[in-house]
């Protein structure tokens, strides 16, 4: 089992900037990829970033340029830098571990509202 903790959501204005952070523990050898997904009211969930355990980083249209993913395998946290945020970039963002057999693991999520 792997758990994931995240921290750093807030309410910001636009243009402002947030740092998403997604601790993992537990069975963390069996993770490969990470990322972030966020869910809006009404919405479904959606991919924002995702990080390999190499390194290979995966990246929605709507946040290239704005966010950026990383990830610190010897602390097993993956970040998510968040700038230049706009209102519909509100949302509960969640962690998410995907293990070497492709089941996924997912944080409580973290609130991000973003003021206009």
């Known amino acids: 089992q792997v758990q994931l903790v995240e921290s750093g959501g807030d309410l910001v204005q636009a243009g402002g900037s947030l740092r998403l952070s997604c601790a993992a523990s537990?069975?963390?050898?069996?993770?490969?990829?990470m990322g972030w997904y966020r869910q809006a009211p009404g919405k479904q969930r959606e991919l924002v970033a995702t990080?390999?355990?190499?390194?290979?980083?995966n990246y929605a249209e709507p946040v290239k340029g704005r966010f950026t993913i990383s990830r610190d395998n010897a602390k097993n946290t993956v970040y998510l830098q968040m700038n230049s945020l706009k209102p519909e970039d509100t949302a509960v963002y969640f962690c998410?571990?995907?293990?070497?057999?492709?089941?996924?693991?997912w944080g409580q999520g973290t609130q991000v509202t973003v003021t206009s």
């Open positions: 537990g069975s963390v050898f069996l993770i490969n990829a």
């Open positions: 998410n571990a995907r293990n070497f057999m492709r089941y996924d693991y």
């Open positions: 990080i390999t355990r190499g390194g290979s980083t």
